[in-house]
């Protein structure tokens, strides 16, 4: 079992020898790079983006993420993406029917403990917190601007080859972590065919844009005038969340709507603030209010991308593994894409040191063991939601307004990944090699 001091990142553990390739700098890739350095491995990061951008709008990360982030410089990098992060605990979230306007409940937020934060921010803000701690703090190498041609393993090692022109172009170690995201080349090695990516049937506009428009008018004024605010509308297939952060000067909103488009190599396009009327245009006229404050420049049409269960995430010689979005996309009303990402990456850095350098493919079988059924139930939770707010029985509401609440469910939010690791690897490596 982990002592304390290893588990709050105090101390670090002897080294393991195991070196490890992380593929991608999203969140999933830089915590399971953190991860292993923290269990003792060598690891380095390839990412094909040239630069660090602070892209993208707001992100969520439930207290099951918190208690992982609390565990990096002794709580250091969780109280910074705590100040990023939306605060509501004073004003809870408000959820109104879609033609009405009317707020049907108000959800309180419930206070987490302070080893186990939740945060809702700037995806770009609190990914730079994450970048920087494992650059700067920990100085794990972070390769940036380096593409991946392809993957490779045998017996005794894997790696990556980097696309042509580029120094040092093959690069191996005793395990790859593929965490570069639904196009993953990675997905290849692991399947041995390509598969390609769905549409859900859904697509989400969104946008991040500071609060001047929405002051200039008081029926939105209120809004950025309450501090930190957080407000759904949910109706016929639809719903619309809407926030305010950062004491109000900053504002975001996402509009999950029915979208057939094919998916090919693109599913993110610029949004167009006339459609976005149009698809409200029966619903409560403050939605459209709050949408015509936006900068059009600003709006993202985002297709949700539907990938089916893959029956495994771990190449033919157990060397190459794929990692959060990668493995296992998720709705963004699950609110836990990331958060399972990040438990991919501390579950799969326990399982190689305590099966050692000699064991790397049977550790990296049991890392899939031990996460596959609960990612599975955890993904299950995104449909859920989206079809309980999109196919609301308004007269069962009127009765039980508690009904249409964000579920908060204790089996994900109180799930400690590592401590489950390390109580679980032995029984589950015992499983692998009897079958």
């Given at each position: 079992m982990a002592t304390n001091s290893h588990t709050n990142g105090v101390t670090a553990r002897p080294k393991t020898g195991i070196k490890v390739i992380v593929v991608g700098a999203g969140f999933g890739g830089l915590g399971a790079a953190i991860e292993c350095r923290r269990q003792g491995h060598d690891v380095e990061i390839y990412e094909a983006f040239p630069e660090l951008k602070a892209l993208g709008d707001i992100i969520s990360f439930g207290p099951n993420a918190g208690r992982i982030f609390y565990r990096w410089s002794d709580g250091d990098v969780a109280r910074r993406m705590r100040s990023l992060s939306i605060d509501l605990r004073k004003y809870g979230f408000n959820i109104h029917k879609y033609d009405t306007g009317e707020i049907v409940i108000n959800q309180k937020t419930p206070e987490y403990a302070q080893d186990a934060p939740n945060f809702n921010g700037h995806r770009g803000e609190l990914h730079e917190v994450v970048f920087n701690h494992a650059k700067d703090v920990l100085g794990i190498p972070i390769h940036l601007g380096h593409k991946i041609q392809t993957y490779f393993e045998d017996n005794k090692q894997a790696g990556i080859v980097l696309e042509s022109g580029e120094k040092h172009g093959k690069i191996s170690a005793d395990v790859v972590i593929a965490a570069d995201g639904v196009r993953s080349r990675a997905r290849k090695s692991v399947l041995g065919y390509e598969d390609k990516p769905k549409s859900s049937g859904y697509a989400v506009w969104r946008a991040w844009f500071s609060n001047e428009d929405m002051l200039a008018d008081p029926a939105t004024a209120q809004f950025c005038n309450n501090g930190d605010t957080f407000n759904g509308w949910i109706g016929p297939d639809m719903h619309f969340l809407f926030s305010t952060i950062k004491g109000g000067s900053d504002c975001c909103w996402v509009l999950t709507h029915p979208d057939e488009h094919d998916i090919d190599e693109s599913w993110s396009f610029p949004g167009k603030i006339s459609e976005v009327k149009?698809?409200?245009?029966?619903?409560?006229?403050?939605?459209?209010?709050?949408?015509?404050?936006?900068?059009?420049?600003?709006?993202?049409?985002?297709?949700?991308?539907?990938?089916?269960?893959?029956?495994?995430?771990?190449?033919?010689?157990?060397?190459?593994?794929?990692?959060?979005?990668?493995?296992?996309?998720?709705?963004?009303?699950?609110?836990?894409?990331?958060?399972?990402?990040?438990?991919?990456?501390?579950?799969?850095?326990?399982?190689?040191?305590?099966?050692?350098?000699?064991?790397?493919?049977?550790?990296?079988?049991?890392?899939?063991?031990?996460r596959y059924d609960r990612v599975r139930e955890t993904q299950k939770t995104g449909e859920s939601t989206r079809d309980m707010w999109h196919k609301t029985d308004w007269e069962k509401v009127k009765k039980e307004p508690e009904m249409i609440q964000f579920p908060r469910q204790d089996w994900i939010f109180d799930f400690d990944a590592e401590k489950n690791a390390e109580e679980t690897y032995d029984s589950v490596v015992k499983e692998l090699l009897a079958a």
């Open positions: 149009e698809a409200l245009k029966d619903w409560d006229p403050l939605c459209t209010r709050i949408v015509s404050k936006t900068p059009e420049s600003l709006l993202v049409d985002w297709k949700l991308v539907y990938r089916d269960p893959l029956p495994t995430w771990v190449s033919p010689s157990g060397r190459i593994l794929l990692l959060g979005d990668s493995a296992h996309p998720f709705l963004p009303t699950s609110a836990q894409g990331a958060t399972q990402a990040l438990e991919d990456g501390v579950v799969i850095a326990v399982c190689l040191r305590r099966g050692g350098k000699e064991n790397v493919p049977v550790s990296v079988r049991a890392h899939e063991k031990i």
